[in-house]
């Protein structure tokens, strides 16, 4: 059975968005600078940035996928322009149905209403022997975590406090990791923890 990871940044704080977050603002105030690491490191943190897009298919929350809330009234695509990062299948959950959106370079955004055992049974399908990875946000990773069905959590902790916005971890209680290799660069720490069943 595939693998399943989860690849996320937080700040020192726990912190994986900062607050107030909007369309204009979509990782919130302070939540750009999170992600510094992949742009003004990328030969530094290449084997992170490639263990990250090299998963067979994706989860993620409806709040990672875009701004828009309740019935789908409108024709979002995500935030990543028309070829996203992905290039696998990936499982948007929500409480509305809406149907696939194709995206070039081999995204395809798939919508789950019923849940996410679902979503990952279907991920684990599409996925192969690839993993799967759950990619975000906070309360989608919560509740994978919460649930046991992680089998790798890799944190990327950027120095830097957010103060307040999507916290992981809220929520999450008796799961315990073992920590498998951690490395240092100026503007992240990746630690590698494997989560005990």
Same mark, same amino acid.
């Not at 020192?12 to 105030?29: H, I, K, M, T």
């Given at each position: 059975?595939?693998?399943?990871?989860?690849?996320?940044?937080?700040?020192?704080?726990?912190?994986?968005?900062?607050?107030?977050?909007?369309?204009?603002?979509?990782?919130?105030?302070?939540?750009?600078?999170?992600?510094?690491?992949?742009?003004?490191?990328?030969?530094?943190?290449?084997?992170?940035?490639?263990?990250?897009?090299?998963?067979?298919?994706?989860?993620?929350?409806?709040?990672?996928?875009?701004?828009?809330?309740?019935?789908?009234?409108?024709?979002?695509?995500?935030?990543?322009?028309?070829?996203?990062?992905?290039?696998?299948?990936?499982?948007? !959950?929500?409480?509305?149905?809406?149907?696939?959106?194709?995206?070039?370079?081999?995204?395809?955004?798939?919508?789950?209403?019923?849940?996410?055992?679902?979503?990952?049974? !279907?991920?684990?399908?599409?996925?192969?022997?690839?993993?799967?990875?759950?990619?975000?946000?906070?309360?989608?990773?919560?509740?994978? +975590?919460?649930?046991?069905?992680?089998?790798?959590?890799?944190?990327?902790?950027?120095?830097? +406090?957010?103060?307040?916005?999507?916290?992981?971890?809220?929520?999450?209680?008796?799961?315990?990791?073992?920590?498998?290799?951690?490395?240092?660069?100026?503007?992240?720490?990746?630690?590698?923890?494997?989560?005990?069943?």
């Amino acid at each position: 059975m595939a693998p399943v990871y989860c690849s996320i940044t937080a700040s020192l704080d726990g912190f994986v968005a900062g607050p107030q977050q909007s369309r204009a603002v979509p990782l919130g105030e302070g939540g750009e600078d999170l992600h510094r690491w992949m742009f003004e490191e990328p030969q530094r943190n290449a084997a992170e940035v490639e263990f990250i897009t090299s998963a067979g298919a994706y989860i993620m929350g409806r709040n990672m996928f875009g701004p828009v809330r309740g019935e789908w009234d409108e024709d979002w695509r995500g935030w990543w322009g028309e070829d996203p990062p992905y290039h696998a299948p990936v499982y948007v !959950l929500t409480h509305h149905p809406h149907d696939p959106v194709p995206m070039q370079g081999g995204t395809t955004f798939h919508f789950v209403t019923d849940g996410i055992d679902a979503a990952l049974g !279907l991920a684990r399908e599409s996925a192969g022997d690839r993993p799967v990875s759950i990619a975000g946000g906070a309360a989608t990773v919560n509740q994978y +975590l919460a649930a046991g069905l992680i089998d790798e959590l890799r944190m990327h902790v950027a120095p830097i +406090l957010l103060g307040s916005g999507a916290r992981i971890f809220d929520g999450v209680t008796g799961v315990r990791f073992e920590p498998v290799g951690s490395e240092a660069t100026p503007l992240v720490t990746h630690t590698t923890y494997r989560v005990v069943k």
